[in-house]
């Protein structure tokens, strides 16, 4: 799915400002690097900037028109003078590198530029790496290259001394709300969702999972029972928690929901009523947050870090949530 100028211009204010300012200026750079987290759009920007320098009518002298034969094209993924290369299997081939030199020693067949990007660019193999180093070292003046990667830490420093990077942001969680809204998510989930992942497509999959909505009602309960009746917390563990948890992902995804719900409380006692998520409770959390304290609930939701923490170095998950359900309720849960 393309975006738009202005869409991008959303989500990426400082890259696409950037990238405007290379074209306004005259400053196009012959290599980039576009890197940041799964979902930030790295992929539909490299489209929009492709589409901007080989527009034949861009509006505002940088905006791609969207209209043009050369837009089109670009969009169907169809232009002569713009190619993608990704990895083949688990890596980006060397040959696939020589096929993309040879390609471009070619004269551009339309425009006065040939575009390519690389996805994924930390998956090219030492070779692949090593022959791309050949071709940044020695640029041709119509060549632009944008490489895109989620590690760059595993690029080779030489080829990244020779590219502009762009670091793109997380999505913020009012974007991600704001856009699973737009795609028919109703406003609690998708606060709910906006918490949890920075990554719009990955948010919307998981407002579709009959397990996630599960998922909440149980840790909502969970959390009743540990207000209500402390002894009877591990109980609920064996009859409902286990039962639904059962996968350590799951079980990191219910602990991020239980932390949420504390974090609330935190928001009312600080007069942040405008960020609670669960808002659907918040007659409910409004009385909570009067009988604790916000040492004590600063220790509740250390404990729940201190448990994701230890799921990831493989503790035993029943043990571990036994154990957090221990510390929660330690002496009186609201205290």
Known sequence: MTKTWKELNETQPEVMTMLKNSITKGRVAHAYIFEGEKGTGKKETSLAYAKSLLCENPVDGYQPCEECSNCKRITSGNHPDVHSVEPEGLSIKKEQIKSLQEEFSKKSVESNRKIYSIVHADKMSVQAANSLLKFLEEP???TIAILMTEQIQRMLPTILSR???????????????????????????????????????????????????????????????????????????????????????????????LFLIYKDLLYIQLDKRNQVIFQNKQGEFENHALHISQRRLADKMGHILEAKRKLMSNTNPQLLMEQLVLNLQEGSSFV
């Open 140 to 142: 041709q003046s119509d």
């Open 163 to 257: 590219c502009q990077i762009l670091p793109f942001r997380p999505l913020s969680p009012e974007n991600i709300k704001k856009k699973l809204i737009e795609h028919g998510v109703d406003g609690q989930t998708a606060a709910v969702i906006s918490r949890l992942t920075h990554n719009f497509k990955e948010g919307l999959q998981i407002s579709n999972e009959e397990w996630f909505a599960q998922a909440q009602k149980i840790v909502l309960k969970l959390y009743e029972v540990l207000k209500a009746n402390p002894m009877k917390a591990l109980i609920y563990l064996q009859e409902e928690w286990f039962l639904h948890f059962k996968e350590k992902e799951q079980l990191d995804r219910g602990l991020d929901l």
